[in-house]
Structures are given as structure tokens and as C-alpha cells.
């Protein structure tokens, strides 16, 4: 059964959209009040998004005033198959039904040893027949931290290097990691052996200021003299740390020949490769793991959000070159998360049965196409990319003055005007990248081809409002 003739069954039980032209007026609820007043100064989304949520089926949300949503933000990816999906209520329910134990720590259970042939049986062949997993607690942070560990225990060196733009959590060791300045500045000094950070092959507006194929070859040569020549003043890392298509920093995807390059540099110079799946994990990009597309194997692969079926879970897989650290090295309590697993593996099966790469592969094409029709009346959508179903827009000022590639610089005022007004339509969208300018797209991957058609329409008629009278 292909994913759109499962999706027309269970038309029925979706939550009913607003026709186009509903315009929804926000104001601030008891609810959201309350969160105001009572939860920390640290909460984001909120500020943003300013909904009380209710239900959720499918790609749609619904609020405690009975107004309804699409869902593109879906988690920040997380929901892979959309909100409350019936294969992923079925094995919840399963769990609880036969009494299975709910939290066992690490000790082993049929659904654990059934999550693992599940994930194991997704990985390319090569990298699954000598795969190790370390289930983690429950956030991708988690995740990261539990990498860092295993590198630097393996290889007895401490630098790890990261890139410019990069997103892998926010505890310190992980934070330490990204290239977003603001979260940092407050906290002083992070990782005491350091991390140095590598310039990211950012086409659009490449930090060599050359793009395309020169830009790659100047990356990579950047990077294999620094890890070869005596006198470049960084140790020898332990690992390199790098997302396939950076989210948070912009839905950046990195040229191919690019990682296949970084890949050949790290196995020469022995050095781990960590790649970072949390977000572009499970199908999003098109293919069940965004290094596929590159073709190679990392040396160790984070995966948390839609791993766990919408449910909390965090792991690390990786070669078992890296397995010396000794028992206990790195735990967590809520790391034997059984319904998690149950979930994830129930969405797993899914992904595979239902051809969801194939779907989002597709739906994102249809999106993008959309999208760059939309750019020959808004000069302000600057650059639309990514893969699959992580799509991301660079808003620009076209009366600014271009950089060295000829691009306009980043329009970040208008982003949250784009993204208030397709929430008033009915549209809720997250922004990321250099100051905060780039719309993205991350919708359930079960989203229909009539779904994609609707967010654009309604992303087309929030850019007009948004550049009105600009």
C-alpha cells in the first residue's frame, strides 16, 4: 500500500482544516498566560508560536479555541509519520496491554532486541555489519555528549573538530559544539580541551566566497592541511562532528563530493567521523539516513527524535573499532524507554513498507517547485534548498548590497513577519539560520501532494502580506 492510498483511508479521522481565507486573530489565552508567568525565561517557541494545543491527527494541530493548523514544524522533526498515528498508537497500546515493562534501564527485552534488528536493519551494510549501539537518555543532546565520550576514549586525544553553523544540542559539552554565538556568550568557557571550528560548504554564501565546485576544493583542501601540517597549531582531533544538512543553522545541505572528501580525509588521517542524524534522520531527506547520499560510512551516527516514534530516545551507533570505553562510561536512567522502542520500531517498519523515502523525495520536489514559482514574484525568497522533506528559504533584501557571490544580504527582519503571518493562516513554520533568516519546512513525512500544494498557497499569500509596503 503506497503511503497516499493508507493516507485517503484515514481522511476521516483528521482534524478539519481552515478554508483559505480564515485570518486568525491571537490573543493570549489563560493558558498561555499562565506559561508566561510560571515557566523559565529560557522557553522559545512559545514567543513565536503563541498556541495552546489541544489534539493533533495527522499534519494538523488544533488549539483550545477549536482552531486547526497545519503542522510543519512537526516536532522540529521528530514526527516523522505526524501526530498520533495509528501504527504508532497500536504498538503504545500493545505495550500496555501485555504489561511489558515500561523503564528497564539497560536491560535487555523483546522490544529492545526487536528495536535494535529493526534500526540495524536500516543501516548501509557495510557499517551495520560491525555496528555497536549505546542507547542513551533521552534527548539527541544526550546523544552527542555520549559520542564525544566514545572518541575521545578510543583515540586518547581531546579537540574535536566542528563547523561553522553547526546545531548538536544544547548541554555544555554539545553546546560547545555549535556555531550559533548567542546561547554560548553567557556561559564563558565550555569544553576545556577545546573544540575548533571549520568553515561549512555554505553554497549560497560560501565562506571562501567562491561557491560551487572551487568552493568545495578550497573546503576540503582547508581541511586536510590542517589536519596534516605540523606547524597548523591544532592537536590531531579525536573526531570531526558534522550534520549531513544542517538545520538549525539555515537547512544548509552539504555538497556530496564534499563528504565524500571529509570522509577520505578523516580515514587517512585517522581521525572519527561522526555524523549527526538527529534531525535529518529516518527518511526526511529522501534517503533513511542523509550520508547515503554521499555513499559513505561514518565511524559514528547520532539518531534521536524520530527514532523513538514521537516518544523520547536518544542512541549512538557506531563502528566497533570505537568500543574500548569500559562499562558504565556513559548511562542515563530513562534510557530503556520501552514504549519509545516499541514506537520506533513500529514507525521503522513503516517507513520501509510504505516507501516514505520515495514520498518525501517527491513531496519535496512538489514543494520546491512550488517554491521557486513563488520566487519570480517575491524577489525576497533568495535561495530555497535542502533534500526531501527538510526544505529551507533564505529570505533577502534585494536592494541591499551583494556579497562577494553576487547574493543579497540576509532580510532576518522579515522572517518573523513571514512566519506570523502564515500562523494567522493557518501555517505554523520555524526559522533558523544567520540571523535568523531562513524559513523551514519540516512537515510529517506523510504529508499528501493536495497537503504541500495547500502550505504553499498559504506560504504565497503570507509572503504578500509580509512584503507589503516594504
Not at 575548533?196 to 566566497?209: A, E, L, N, S
Request: negative net charge.
Amino acid at each position: 500500500m503506497s503511503v497516499a492510498t493508507s493516507l485517503m483511508e484515514d481522511q476521516s479521522a483528521r482534524i478539519t482544516p481552515a478554508s483559505a481565507e480564515t485570518l486568525y486573530q491571537f490573543s493570549e489565552s489563560p493558558l498561555l498566560a499562565r506559561q508566561s508567568q510560571q515557566e523559565s525565561n529560557a522557553r522559545s517557541y512559545p514567543r513565536r508560536i503563541p498556541l495552546a494545543l489541544k489534539r493533533a491527527k495527522g499534519i494538523y494541530v488544533e488549539d483550545v479555541e477549536g482552531r486547526s493548523f497545519i503542522d510543519c514544524l512537526a516536532g522540529a522533526g521528530t514526527l516523522a509519520l505526524g501526530h498520533n498515528h495509528p501504527v504508532v498508537i497500536e504498538a503504545i497500546r500493545q505495550v500496555l496491554t501485555d504489561e511489558l515493562p515500561l523503564h528497564t534501564l539497560d536491560l535487555t527485552t523483546p522490544v529492545k532486541d526487536q528495536f535494535v534488528q529493526d534500526l540495524f536493519a536500516l543501516l548501509p551494510p557495510a557499517l551495520a555489519a560491525e555496528a555497536k549501539i549505546q542507547f542513551c537518555g533521552p534527548t539527541g543532546t544526550d546523544a552527542v555528549e555520549a559520542a564525544l565520550k566514545l572518541v575521545r576514549t578510543a583515540t586518547g586525544r581531546s579537540t574535536v573538530l566542528s563547523f561553522q553553523g553547526g546545531y548538536h544540542g544544547m548541554s555544555q559539552g554539545a553546546l560547545s559544539l555549535m556555531g550559533s554565538l548567542g546561547p554560548k556568550k553567557p556561559l564563558g568557557a565550555l569544553l576545556s580541551n577545546g573544540v575548533q571550528f571549520m568553515p561549512y560548504p555554505y553554497d549560497y554564501r560560501c565562506p571562501f566566497g567562491l561557491g560551487g565546485a572551487q568552493g568545495v576544493q578550497v573546503n576540503l583542501n582547508y581541511l586536510e592541511n590542517l589536519l596534516n601540517d605540523p606547524e597548523a597549531g591544532v592537536q590531531l582531533p579525536a573526531a570531526v562532528i558534522v550534520e549531513v544538512v544542517q538545520g538549525e543553522g539555515g537547512v544548509i545541505p552539504a555538497d556530496l563530493d564534499w563528504l565524500r572528501g571529509v570522509r577520505r580525509i578523516t580515514e587517512q588521517a585517522g581521525v572519527a567521523l561522526i555524523v549527526d542524524e538527529i534531525q535529518s534522520g529516518f527518511a526526511r531527506t529522501g534517503k533513511m539516513f542523509a550520508f547515503e547520499h554521499a555513499g559513505i560510512v561514518p565511524d559514528v551516527v547520532v539518531m534521536s527524535k524520530a527514532i523513538g516514534g514521537s516518544l523520547p530516545l536518544a542512541v549512538v551507533v557506531y563502528r566497533d573499532w570505537l568500543d574500548t570505553w569500559l562499562p558504565g562510561a556513559h548511562a542515563g536512567t530513562f534510557r530503556g524507554n520501552q514504549m519509545a522502542m516499541a514506537a520506533g520500531s513500529a514507525v521503522m517498519r513503516y517507513l520501509v513498507e510504505h516507501k516514505v523515502c520515495e514520498h518525501a523525495t517527491a513531496m519535496g520536489e512538489r514543494l520546491s517547485e512550488h517554491l521557486r514559482i513563488l520566487q519570480r514574484s517575491f524577489p525576497q525568497l533568495g535561495d530555497i534548498r535542502g533534500r526531501g522533506l527538510m526544505l529551507g528559504v533564505e529570505l533577502v533584501d534585494p536592494t541591499g548590497v551583494p556579497d562577494a557571490q553576487g547574493h543579497p544580504p540576509v532580510f532576518g527582519r522579515l522572517a518573523p513577519l513571514v512566519q506570523r503571518e502564515c500562523l494567522k493562516r493557518g501555517l505554523i513554520l520555524e526559522l533558523g539560520g544567520r540571523h535568523g533568516g531562513v524559513v523551514r519546512f519540516l512537515p510529517p513525512l506523510v504529508i499528501t501532494a493536495a497537503e504541500i500544494d495547500r502550505v504553499a498557497e498559504i506560504f504565497g499569500r503570507a509572503m504578500a502580506a509580509a512584503t507589503a509596503g516594504l
